[in-house]
């Protein structure tokens, strides 16, 4: 048992910086640790060389996913002594099925995005006392849940808002360059992955007009529709665009 004076050290791994920051604020505010990475690469790297009490995980992210990094981690892969580290995942998909694959691939439970106070930290608590497999089951989050979480955490922290936002629309641009040269590629993978990036960025923000954009392309790179996919990155920048303009 740690001693009372002793902080909980918790690693994230989540490929968006918006989800990232937002993530590691709600945990510094309840009083962890909290360190953060973009890939289960670098779950590993850092599992390897310091000491954690607890794993955050997107389920996907580039180069290696949530669920290969698990696996990856219980098998020994970033040394024995953080084998049984107990991970928490979390998904924009949060099905019985969905918590069943994170379970099957070594995870101790399955958080909804978007993440906020109220389904996060009960599951941190159930599993850090040692629950497992989905117990705690908390309600699906409201729709004005993270708007309510980002205000929540500003007053905690002012301009924390503004900061998340701002970090966001910086990287539009780049988002919008790599839209159009994977369309023009024809690479559906890397479309693919920076829509399920940016629906997630949305999915905080509360931003609905984008993330329903973002999963549209998702879901066609994934159904191997180029036409489409092409039609709806094409939305997708108007819709970046858009929001440009709105914060200029």
């Known amino acids: 048992m740690k001693p009372d004076n002793v902080q909980t050290r918790v690693l994230i791994a989540e490929d968006t910086v918006v989800g990232r920051k937002v993530v590691a604020r709600i945990l510094s505010e309840a009083g962890f640790e909290v360190d953060a990475v973009e890939n289960g690469l670098g779950v590993l790297d850092l599992l390897a060389a310091t000491r954690y009490d607890m794993l955050i995980m997107d389920c996907m992210m580039p180069e290696m996913d949530g669920f290969a990094t698990a696996r990856a981690i219980r098998s020994g892969s970033a040394g024995e002594a953080c084998s049984g580290i107990p991970i928490i995942a979390i998904s924009g998909l949060a099905s019985e099925e969905d918590r069943q694959v994170c379970l099957e691939a070594g995870m101790n439970d399955l958080v909804q995005k978007p993440i906020t106070h109220d389904n996060l930290l009960p599951v941190i608590h159930s599993v850090l006392a040692g ?45 919008i360059e790599v839209i159009t040269s994977a369309m023009d590629a024809g690479n559906l993978e890397e479309l693919r992955s920076l829509a399920h990036r940016l629906r997630g960025s949305a999915d905080v923000l509360s931003a609905a007009a984008l993330s329903t954009r973002a999963s549209a392309l998702e879901k066609a790179c994934l159904q191997n529709q180029p036409a489409e996919a092409r039609e709806l990155g094409q939305a997708l920048i108007l819709e970046l665009r858009a929001l440009l303009s709105a914060h200029e």
């Open 131 to 175: 629950s497992q497999g989905g117990g705690t089951n908390p309600a699906p989050t409201e729709p004005d849940a993270a708007e309510n979480l980002l205000q929540s955490l500003d007053d905690w922290s002012p301009g924390f808002m503004d900061k998340i936002i701002d970090q966001f629309l910086d990287d539009v641009p780049g988002d």
